[in-house]
């Protein structure tokens, strides 16, 4: 047998995933152990190569039998993972600052490992979903969480760009003047710009601008008499699929602004899909269905050719950064023989 592992390190947890040659996931949900990157590189690739076992176990094989390791984490880091030598948030201890993690767990585990951010990795789990592993499709996908992630896929291959920061859409500025509604409101997002894509499209947005603004218009809304301005962002995904008008106008402007950045991105790839995944899509299926109607609707007319461009929702967001790196590094056995 031979396989390949996905790992997705991420702040809090680690997830793993195992895939054979045929492309079949070995294991179905999450495989998840809690993250000890504070403890610096020693600690955290002892544990990834514990945690490894244990997914194999889990799978039914042996640890020998998987040929090459997939590997993302959060960045800022090199398209080859050297992790940004001025430290970041996920890992602040000071051994990390500068560390190569892809060289690293490679010399741990003795197998060759590649290397992707969890942006990009979750990109190419959500193309692999649609158009399997050999295909020459190029496609965008928009991840929004706490903040705005996402990734290129072109003509089947990763964008990673020179230094590793290729398809930080997030904080692609958009014409966002031209959305209805929200006149006056200045977006500034944790980037020092002004009218980015996460400004405007993120729970961190919903927080610091979008619901605030909104809220001045209504003072009488239930969310305006919560103190805590995190934890009200946080109920409006849920109140807006219940049918709350205003906080449906909160998703309206997301998707608005959406339209707008997927509209500078036909321009650029003339993709053949967007994807769109992350916590704004964990809600009912007509509240997803009516999010990318309204994304779709908000993209200025499109060329006859391009009109038919499909938008689609990522699939098993909880595991897209293992399956994502696990599928780099399927690509990369096949090409060097490996498999
Ligand atoms: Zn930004």
Known sequence: MQVVAGVDLGGTAINYTLV???????IEGLCEHPALTKQGPDVCLQQIEDGLKIAAKLAEIEVSDIVAVGLDTPGPASASGVLS???????????WKGFDIREGMARKLGKPVTYLNDANAGALWGHFSIFGANSKATSISVVIGTGTGGGVIIEGNVLKGRVGFGAELGHMLIPY??????????????????????SLASLTSIEKTVLPYLLKKSPNHELAKMT???QAAKLVRG??????ALCREVFRIQATALGLFFDCMVNTFDPDAFIVGGGVL???PDFT????????????TQREE?????????PNGDTAGARGAAVEALTMARQTGLI
């Not at 054979?20 to 070995?26: A, G, P, V």
């Open 20 to 26: 054979n040659k045929d492309e079949r996931f070995l």
């Open 85 to 95: 030598a001025r430290g970041s948030t996920n890992f602040a201890h000071e051994k």
């Open 177 to 198: 003047q031209s959305i209805a509604g929200i006149e006056g409101m200045v977006p500034q997002c944790n980037c020092g710009r002004v009218g980015d894509l996460e």
């Open 228 to 230: 805590d301005a995190h």
């Open 239 to 244: 109140m807006a699929d219940k049918g709350d």
């Open 282 to 284: 964990e809600a009912s």
């Open 289 to 300: 269905k009516r999010f990318l109607e309204q994304i779709k609707a908000a993209m200025p």
């Open 306 to 314: 391009q009109a038919d461009i499909p938008i689609y929702p990522m």
